[in-house]
């Protein structure tokens, strides 16, 4: 793909995650996307053929902007408590910013396209891969003590997704939550993630 592909790509994508991120999917059209870029509807149809792939593809975009905002936190904070808290507050932050975006995915979770659940699928893994190496790096300094970094990492992993459903569920929120919900959620992950990272350092 040529440079030129590529930045009128990642154009497109800026203007359309604006567009969903402010009035959502369903009140968001090609046509409007297409004038807000000042280029035809076909060339825009040329680059994602429909609506649904153009929404799968700035929801990469944009969990890829997670991951990276993350990457920075890992690079720049040593402590593996402190880093596991910031990459929470990180992704809270995303989701009450790209709060239409986000919960177009989840209410359509039963019927996603085959590209909305391998996005999904690829933003976890490397999600799991970080936890994974903010814990060999506490290992290698000493901090942590633990058996297999991979298995330590999805465990934490999953208790924290399921404890976000646990959380909703008791709250009485059968929807995508709301920005306040979150704010609860996190706050009770990060207090998870205390206990989690601290009962690693205790087995030493």
Request: glycine share 4%.
């Amino acid at each position: 793909m040529s440079k030129k592909s590529d930045s009128k790509r990642k154009s497109i994508l800026e203007v359309a995650k604006k567009r969903f991120a402010h009035f959502g999917m369903n009140k968001t059209t090609m046509a409007e996307i297409a004038k807000d870029l000042s280029i035809s509807k076909a060339l825009l149809y040329y680059y994602y053929p429909d609506k649904n792939s153009l929404y799968a593809a700035v929801l990469g975009y944009v969990m890829n902007e997670v991951i990276d905002a993350s990457n920075d936190l890992i690079d720049t904070t040593e402590d593996s408590e402190a880093v596991f808290l910031a990459i929470i507050q990180s992704r809270t932050d995303f989701l009450t910013e790209y709060y239409n975006l986000f919960e177009y995915s989840y209410n359509m979770r039963k019927d996603a396209p085959a590209d909305l659940e391998k996005t999904v699928r690829k933003f976890f893994e490397k999600e799991i891969q970080q936890f994974a190496t903010i814990l060999k790096r506490g290992k290698l300094n000493g901090e942590l003590h633990f058996e297999n970094a991979d298995t330590t990492a999805r465990l934490l992993f999953f208790s924290l997704v399921g404890m976000r459903f646990g959380i909703l569920k008791e709250m009485g929120t059968p929807l995508f939550p709301t920005p306040e919900e979150f704010s609860l959620v996190m706050e009770m992950q990060q207090k998870m993630v205390r206990i989690f990272v601290r009962g690693l350092k205790a087995n030493g």
